[in-house]
């Protein structure tokens, strides 16, 4: 496998880990019982990236460093097309105290 299939494994098992853990929250908050919801996902969504990272890392440690890239780049992305659906509403000021 050479190295830019390493970077774009690591960049789909990210997009997956990432984009299943943002609809485990938008479904998981609505349902009758979250806890479940979230431990299934995590569980799912582990298996996942684990063994992907095995199949593709194999005993190369470069190949280990350019999935565990895509995967973080994968989060980065992930978490801007989040935030910019969510609109401003979802994100409030952290700069509001509502401590007396």
């Not at 609505?30 to 806890?35: D, G």
Request: glycine share 12%; with cysteine.
């Amino acid at each position: 496998m050479n190295d830019f299939l390493a970077l774009a494994a690591g960049m789909l098992l990210g997009a997956m880990f990432f984009g299943g853990l943002w609809w485990t929250v938008r479904q998981g908050l609505s349902s009758k019982w979250p806890a479940l919801w979230f431990f299934c996902s995590l569980m799912i969504r582990m298996s996942i990236a684990l063994l992907g990272f095995f199949a593709v890392g194999g005993g190369d440690w470069a190949r280990w460093l350019l999935c565990l890239v895509g995967f973080v780049l994968s989060r980065l992305a992930v978490g801007f097309l989040a935030r910019s659906s969510e609109g401003d509403a979802a994100y409030p000021s952290r700069g509001a105290s509502h401590a007396p």
